[in-house]
């Protein structure tokens, strides 16, 4: 079964540009038809969609953050990435990534989750 | 964006009870709704999609309902398992977008 885990420092200060990678397990990245998104949450907060990338290189970003976010997919390493640039305290938060499906974008399976704080 | 709001916040159950949790959309998202349950620690995990079908590994006892605005998710009988966050999201409009979540504690 498919598995993703998150990877990436835990610790960032005010106006650096967060990095996080998601490598998949259990198969291929670039088959089955699957978006593939990341997604946080504050602590204590609901969930707040990022984005989502396609094998074939299509992307959608959230509007709230589409200025500040990049992602990305290395079909060679199985692995898709995100970056936030100016990243402040209120980007804090448990970032996951998560497998996304075709057409009704629903999430499913997620990582686990990697605690992110921005702190100076 | 479509808001999703969830109620109650908290909702506190004894074992054994049935505990029903609402979901409203600011506008219609016709079917197009899932449910995930959130415990201490953990990441989210798809409990229901297409507004009434289970996701593989949860029991009958965990159902849901509605279409357009109102949507319900029914726990029948509470086990202690149960206890979590749960949240809506919608995925009818971009951005997909999720409710606040409910907690489920016991009472």
């Known amino acids: 079964q498919v598995q993703l885990q998150e990877s990436g420092p835990g610790l960032m200060k005010p106006s650096q540009t967060l990095s996080l990678t998601c490598t998949v397990s259990g198969g291929s990245i670039s088959s089955g038809g699957y978006y593939w998104s990341w997604i946080r949450q504050p602590a204590g907060k609901g969930l707040e969609w990022i984005g989502r990338i396609f094998p074939n290189g299509n992307i959608n970003y959230n509007p709230s953050l589409k200025s500040r976010v990049t992602i990305s997919l290395d079909t060679s390493k199985n692995q898709f990435s995100l970056n936030l640039t100016s990243v402040d305290a209120s980007d804090t938060a448990v970032y996951y990534c998560?497998?996304?499906?075709?057409?009704?974008?629903?999430?499913?399976?997620w990582g686990q989750g990697t605690l992110v704080t921005v702190s100076s | 964006e479509i808001v999703m709001t969830q109620s109650p916040a908290t909702l506190s159950v004894s074992p054994g009870e049935r505990a029903t949790l609402s979901c409203r959309a600011s506008q219609s998202v016709s079917r197009n709704l899932a449910w995930y349950q959130q415990k201490p620690g953990q990441a989210p995990r798809l409990l229901i999609y297409?507004?009434?079908n289970r996701a593989t590994g949860f029991p009958a006892r965990f159902s849901g309902s509605g279409a357009g605005t109102e949507f319900t998710l029914t726990i029948s009988s509470l086990q202690s398992e149960d206890f979590a966050v749960y949240y809506c999201?919608?995925?009818?409009?971009?951005?997909?977008?999720f409710g606040q979540g409910t907690k489920v504690e016991i009472k």
């Open positions: 998560a497998r996304d499906g075709f057409g009704d974008h629903w999430f499913d399976p």
């Open positions: 297409g507004a009434s």
């Open positions: 999201q919608q995925y009818n409009n971009w951005p997909e977008t």
